[in-house]
């Protein structure tokens, strides 16, 4: 049975306890189960976050004098920019902030089972495609395995390869062409001629631009045809 590692961040304990209770209900009707921790504050939360969880359901209107759920985002993505995002929220005019932080979705109060169930089914299906497959990256050192799902994108230098990862960089010999087919299965598109993309990393789109991670990439002319037919072939699926 697949485990799902869940953060709860709210200031409504009744709030907190019910979407507990609608966790466990997903999980016994899916085969599945997830494991919660809840925080009241997003202070707390920040506090002791170290990249440990799959989904995070994020109050936005968290209480007076704590950190709004919005500014707790910005901080939490500085930190974890692959973790799935769900706003919490009875304010919907705050919902398109979400884009900023990479948010997935966001449920509106008074929440009810079936939109959560909805949310918790896309969740689910991004993680799923986010598996990816162990990449081999040959150093000096030896061979390292890199998993797919924490490649943010590949950079062409000469003769070698700089892959960056969620947690830093690597250099390594190596051909991007024989990467984008390896690849090419897994979401992965190139950008440029010198740049092989994790679409799943890409956080907005601007003009000649993309925005991975924290870093803006250029779309080279040759290649922003294709590179957004598969942009927008993953973003539909």
């Known amino acids: 049975m697949k485990q799902y590692r869940i953060v709860i961040v709210e200031d409504d304990k009744d709030y907190a306890s019910y979407l507990a209770s609608c966790l466990s209900r997903y999980g016994e009707e899916n085969n599945c189960s997830f494991f919660a921790r809840v925080y009241n504050k997003a202070e707390s939360f920040l506090d002791v976050y170290n990249k440990s969880a799959d989904i995070i359901f994020m109050d936005i209107e968290l209480g007076e004098g704590f950190m709004n759920g919005m500014e707790a985002a910005k901080k939490f993505r500085k930190i974890d920019p692959v973790a799935l995002l769900i706003f919490v929220t009875n304010m919907p005019q705050y919902a398109p902030q979400g884009y900023d932080v990479n948010a997935l979705d966001y449920l509106l109060k008074p929440i009810d089972y079936a939109s959560l169930r909805v949310k918790l089914d896309k969740a689910l299906k991004v993680l799923e495609e986010r598996q990816g497959i162990p990449v081999k990256v040959k150093d000096k050192k030896g061979t390292r395995i890199i998993p797919s799902n924490e490649l943010m994108y590949i950079e062409v230098m000469g003769h070698d390869l ?59 002319r040759s290649k922003k045809k294709s590179f957004l037919e598969q942009l927008n072939k993953y973003l539909g699926n």
């Open 162 to 220: 700089t892959y960056h990862t969620t947690d830093g960089d690597i250099t390594a010999y190596g051909g991007l062409r024989e990467k984008e087919a390896e690849l090419s299965e897994v979401n992965f598109a190139r950008c440029s001629a010198s740049i092989l993309v994790n679409l799943s990393f890409v956080k907005g789109l601007y003009g000649d631009e993309i925005e991975v991670g924290n870093e803006m990439l250029k779309i080279g």
